[in-house]
């Protein structure tokens, strides 16, 4: 099976930039996609394919895939941003998600 | 803009079964995929697997395979996932979610979540 491994956690000050990782065996060779979860709210599509931006998601929101990592990049932190990410990718037809990085903003 | 609406919260007794329905309203149920996923109390979000109901093909992740059914109505435009044999630790909120039928578009958008109490 295929694993993608994200950082527990991680911080960022207000107005500056968080970079959240997803390790993955070759994940440069994979659609990645992007989901921001804030509490008790469903899951919302931040990112697909790498780095496109679903209509309505704000600019300040990228990503990047090269190797064995691919980042979400968080510019301008806003108290808003204040969530859990996860990253996800098809392996096979299975469907695979990381296990989440709970991102506080300071 | 396609909506996805599921059915509401379910207790269930242990060694029972939950049918949790996801019905599509604003768009063609027959572009998308429909998938299933769950996330446990302070848990991550665990893929249950998805149907693609133009194709008729169903996939379902090896951990829920013997237990999973997952079924579509397409005159209706509703998609079902079936638990059977439930534990104390299938308590979760199910989520449904739309992707392209080529898969590549992530799940997009989602329905409001179903919670699955089980206890006996």
């Known amino acids: 099976s295929y694993d993608l491994t994200q950082p527990f956690s991680a911080s960022v000050a207000l107005g500056q930039t968080a970079s959240i990782t997803c390790g993955g065996n070759?994940?440069?060779?994979?659609?990645v996609h992007w989901y921001q979860q804030k509490a008790d709210q469903a899951p919302v599509l931040v990112i697909y394919?790498?780095?496109f931006r679903p209509s309505g998601i704000p600019e300040r929101f990228s990503g990047s895939n090269s190797g064995n990592t691919a980042t979400l990049i968080i510019s301008r932190a806003q108290a808003g941003d204040e969530a859990d990410y996860y990253c996800q990718v098809w392996d096979s037809s299975t469907g695979v998600f990381g296990g989440g990085t709970r991102l506080t903003v300071l | 803009q396609v909506q996805l609406v599921q059915s509401g919260g379910e207790v269930k007794r242990p060694g029972s079964s939950v049918k949790v329905s996801c019905k599509t309203s604003g768009g063609t149920f027959s572009t998308y995929a429909i998938n299933w996923v769950r996330q446990a109390p302070g848990q991550g979000l665990e893929w249950m697997g998805g149907?693609?109901?133009?194709?008729?093909?169903?996939n379902y992740a090896q951990k829920f395979q013997v237990r999973v059914t997952i079924t579509a109505d397409e005159p209706t435009n509703t998609a079902y996932m079936e638990l059977s044999g439930l534990r104390s630790d299938d308590t979760a909120v199910y989520y449904c979610?739309?992707?392209?039928?080529?898969?590549?578009?992530?799940?997009?958008?989602w329905g409001q979540g179903t919670l699955v109490t089980v206890s006996s």
């Open positions: 394919r790498d780095t």
């Open positions: 979610a739309g992707d392209l039928v080529d898969m590549t578009a992530g799940f997009d958008p």
């Open positions: 149907i693609i109901p133009i194709l008729g093909t169903i």
């Open positions: 070759n994940i440069e060779r994979k659609n």
